[in-house]
């Protein structure tokens, strides 16, 4: 018998037999743990639509913005998961299977991020456009978020979509369930 002992090992490594690793989590278990986050910051969401229809206050919608990121990057490098992901059983890992740090949260929500910069700048350019103060509903707020943004803005947001998913598509298909954020990252999504 070896003398090497798996309770002296702070983590489980790349060497260690398949049969003691987590299970990797799969494409529909973290679809659930989005719904739920998504749940989650629906009051924020609420929130942050009447702000544009009837408040009208700029701090306000910056505030709202930055909730979901902050919830997101901490909760993860805090404790590995979101609400989403506790609910659904699912932790973030490192490849090497030890808990994630902030650093590698932050770049989880790098692809994430381009797009809520994007989203920052088009709702900046909306707050501060002509005509944004008698938008009262969505037929008048699409037209006038259009006109804001510009042309360039608005494709620049719809590939920044585009990249988000595919991105959680890679989950599908990757062998080791890797979303192209999870690659960015070096990290894995585990079922405890």
Not at 11 to 31: D, Q, Y
Not at 44 to 69: D, E, H, R, W
Request: net charge negative; with cysteine.
């Amino acid at each position: 018998m070896s003398d090497h002992n798996i309770l002296d090992d702070d983590l489980l490594t790349e060497n260690t037999p398949p049969e003691i690793l987590p299970p990797l989590a799969g494409f529909w278990t973290r679809v659930g743990a989005s719904l739920v986050d998504f749940l989650v910051m629906l009051p924020i969401t609420g929130l942050g639509v009447y702000n544009l229809l009837s408040i009208k206050s700029l701090p306000l919608a910056v505030i709202c913005m930055f909730v979901q990121p902050v919830y997101k990057i901490f909760m993860e490098g805090q404790y590995g998961a979101t609400l989403g992901k506790m609910a659904t059983h699912i932790k973030v890992l490192g490849t090497d299977y030890a808990p994630i740090d902030m650093n590698q949260a932050v770049k989880r929500y790098s692809i994430y991020g381009i797009n809520f910069l994007l989203s920052a700048v088009t709702t900046i350019l909306l707050f501060s456009s002509y005509g944004f103060e008698e938008v009262t509903n969505f037929l008048t707020l699409g037209p006038q978020q259009a006109q804001a943004a510009g042309t360039m803005l608005n494709l620049l947001s719809q590939l920044s979509g585009l990249l988000v998913l595919v991105s959680v598509i890679f989950v599908a298909f990757d062998i080791r369930k890797q979303a192209l954020h999870d690659k960015i990252a070096g990290t894995l999504v585990v079922t405890k």
